[in-house]
């Protein structure tokens, strides 16, 4: 099986490599593209998937010519794919039953000081989900490991793959939440991922343990303040409608509804209140793998931020 893949790769790269060579006129954007992407589409699926990356293409053009826009678009990894197509393989369904968890308990804090900008970005690494939507399982390994750095003195990387085959709440690549993985975490604890490395689809469950147990979790509230107060301390897991995510580049961005489809991590906020979020698309994502949504309940952020807690 391995062999095969490895074998099939090997050839595709051969006659990419091939392809370029014997090609004499310059190379189109959309060839530019292939090469670094590392995507190769032949005959009918080339046509369409060309068709497709000019369609978006000129989306992009043409938000970045608005002269109001808060934030830009950019040509990135997913440049291939329509809306429907991004839709179900890098977001989650909404449809994992749901966990029981304790009585939302929101503490509203008074507001008597500002809360000082805080952005525990370097405490935990960008990842790539691949064609997988496992953003609800990295959002939380991620706060794992943020957790590890900032308190636990360690640098650590807490297995998503785990999450993935073994939370038995969530549906593996096709949906799940940070509260169920959450429970998981503190139920069973995550092994470290070197042991159990992510492959970007499900498998069947190979451990049941880990070393990375934590204590406790809880929701954090749905006010800004709430959430700032929080993320004082280290990062905080969120849902977001990452819908329109799609081609972000860089800017402050609030063109999105309240449907949560994508769990990210929220590592701060900036002078302006800005939330501060990193991704699991990769580092060609965005702002170097992150984004930053305006104050307030931007894209739904301030639904179900959920803390977790090792002491
Ligand atoms: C995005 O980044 C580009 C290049 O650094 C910059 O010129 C542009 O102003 C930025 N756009 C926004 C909306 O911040
Ligand atoms: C943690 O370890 C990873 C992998 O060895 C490394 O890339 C990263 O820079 C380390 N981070 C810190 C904060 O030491
Ligand atoms: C991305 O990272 C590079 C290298 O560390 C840095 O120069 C650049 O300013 C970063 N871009 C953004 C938008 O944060």
């Known amino acids: 099986m391995i062999r095969t893949i490895l074998t099939t790769a090997a050839i595709s790269l051969l006659l990419l490599t091939n392809y370029y060579q014997t090609q004499s006129q310059p190379l189109t954007e959309f060839e530019i593209w292939q090469q670094k992407h590392q995507k190769m589409y032949i005959g009918e699926e080339r046509i369409y998937r060309e068709a497709v990356y000019q369609t978006n293409k000129q989306k992009i053009e043409s938000h970045n010519k608005q002269q109001e826009r808060t934030y830009d678009m950019g040509e990135n990894q997913f440049m291939t794919l329509t809306q429907d197509e991004f839709i179900s393989l890098y977001l989650t369904q909404v449809d994992a039953p749901e966990l029981e968890f304790e009585e939302e308990r929101e503490q509203v804090f008074d507001g008597a000081e500002p809360l000082k900008f805080v952005d525990w970005s370097s405490y935990s690494t960008i990842k790539s989900q691949g064609q997988c939507g496992s953003g609800w399982a990295f959002s939380v390994s991620n706060s794992i490991e943020a957790w590890y750095g900032i308190r636990g003195g360690r640098n650590i990387s807490a297995s998503t793959q785990q999450l993935i085959d073994c939370d038995t709440y969530s549906k593996g690549c096709y949906s799940g939440t940070n509260y169920n993985a959450m429970h998981y975490a503190q139920q069973i604890g995550l092994m470290n991922s070197m042991s159990y490395p992510y492959v970007a689809q499900q498998q ?108």
């Open 204 to 311: 069947g469950c190979r451990y049941n343990r880990g070393e990375f147990r934590i204590n406790t979790y809880n929701f954090v509230g749905n006010q800004q303040q709430t959430l700032q107060n929080y993320l004082q301390y280290y990062p905080v897991s969120v849902g977001v409608d990452a819908l329109n995510w799609q081609f972000y580049s860089n800017g402050t961005f609030a063109d999105c509804g309240q449907n949560i489809n994508h769990y990210v991590l929220a590592v701060g906020f900036d002078f302006g209140y800005n939330w501060l979020i990193q991704n699991s698309w990769g580092y060609g994502w965005g702002e170097n793998g992150s984004i930053r949504l305006s104050p307030g309940n931007t894209c739904d952020c301030l639904n179900s931020p959920q803390n977790l807690n090792f002491l």
